[in-house]
């Protein structure tokens, strides 16, 4: 009698061990939501500016969506984040990124979900010094990331990102020149999924 009551004990044991691990996998219909802080390196030759500051940091967010196992959507920015231009001056930059992700271990139970992911990153400059007009960028963007699970529905993140940024500015007297940024950013947080 002992031994089917320890036989049953750790089967129902063992379902919930299974249970839990499948629910740890990413799955279609799956919605997330990110946070957390990064920081951003600029490239060393920027154009016409003589540098633009890097190791800038700054507050992430993002949200994203799974439309297959291995396949979604995500949509991310960051605050402003104040850039030094050419020793005493600042600028704001802030961006926006639409990627496609793909999740190769989408659907399978791991605690561990890589990902890398494709798409386009929109740059609003602001706060420019007086007289000179940075205009808006559009380029590309690819990152790589990870999701570690530590509850069914909490992840530690670690991502880095790199994004084509270029700006256009004008001054009083007209065009001035193209300022090139081109972040590569790393950073880290969490994940909810829902």
Do not use: W
């Not at 704001?92 to 386009?120: E, K, W």
Request: hydrophobic fraction near 35%; aromatic fraction near 8%.
């Amino acid at each position: 009698m002992r031994t089917t009551r320890l036989i049953t004990a750790a089967a129902i044991a063992a379902s919930c061990a299974f249970a839990s691990q499948a629910a740890l996998a990413y799955s279609a219909g799956d919605t997330f939501v990110r946070g957390g802080f990064a920081k951003s390196d600029t490239r060393s030759d920027n154009g016409v500016l003589d540098s633009i500051s890097s190791g800038e940091t700054g507050f992430t967010f993002g949200a994203g969506y799974l439309f297959h196992d291995n396949i979604g959507v995500e949509l991310n920015s960051s605050e402003k984040i104040e850039h030094t231009i050419d020793g005493d001056e600042t600028i704001d930059r802030m961006p926006v990124n639409l990627l496609v992700n793909y999740y190769p271990l989408g659907g399978l139970d791991s605690r561990v979900q890589p990902y890398v992911g494709a798409g386009l990153n929109y740059t609003r400059f602001s706060g420019e010094p007086e007289g000179i007009s940075a205009r808006r960028s559009y380029g590309a963007v690819g990152q790589v990331g990870i999701d570690l699970a530590i509850t069914e529905n909490l992840m530690l993140n670690g991502f880095a990102n790199y994004a084509d940024v270029e700006t256009r500015l004008s001054g009083e007297d007209g065009r001035i020149g193209t300022a090139k940024v081109d972040p590569m950013t790393i950073g880290g947080g969490v994940t909810l999924r829902f």
